[in-house]
């Protein structure tokens, strides 16, 4: 994990981040969970697979252009986000994707998310939570496709 800058800095609104280039499939994700889609990507590029890792930065405005960019480049996504499946950010890229880049797919666009359940305390959130490996698993089943 990387650390936060000591020096003054700034982050571009509406501008993604390209986190890891790769040609295979592309994993979407903001906040806590583009760390967890780093450790997703080194778990499949050990099967072979290039993983390109973008972090949204900013949900509002989402850098679109980025997005669809990366989707004609390796043709397979995975959006993953910490909330709820339903009306969260993820809808809105997927629906984005799919007006802007429908034809440059070659599977389904797939999502992680939390599952549709009310938030739970503490030791629960761990189960919660989406994870590594529900990210490698949904990523691989893409891939598959």
Not at 28 to 35: E, F, P, R, T
Request: aromatic fraction near 4%; charge should be negative; proline fraction near 3%.
């Amino acid at each position: 994990m990387k650390e936060v800058p000591e020096e003054e800095y700034t982050i571009e609104i509406g501008k993604a981040s390209v986190k890891q280039e790769g040609t295979d499939i592309t994993l979407i994700a903001y906040g806590a969970m583009v760390q967890e889609s780093l450790k997703a990507a080194e778990e499949l590029e050990k099967d072979g697979y290039s993983v390109e890792v973008i972090d949204l930065r900013t949900v509002q405005p989402i850098d679109i252009e980025t997005l669809v960019a990366s989707v004609e480049k390796t043709g397979r996504v995975v959006i993953v986000q910490e909330a709820q499946r339903q009306a969260g950010v993820g809808a809105t890229v997927a629906s984005e994707l799919a007006e802007r880049a429908i034809l440059s797919l070659e599977a389904p666009i797939a999502r992680v998310a939390a599952a549709d359940t009310v938030y739970p305390f503490t030791q629960a959130e761990n189960v919660w939570l989406p994870n590594k490996n529900d990210i490698v698993e949904k990523a691989k089943e893409t891939l598959e496709f």
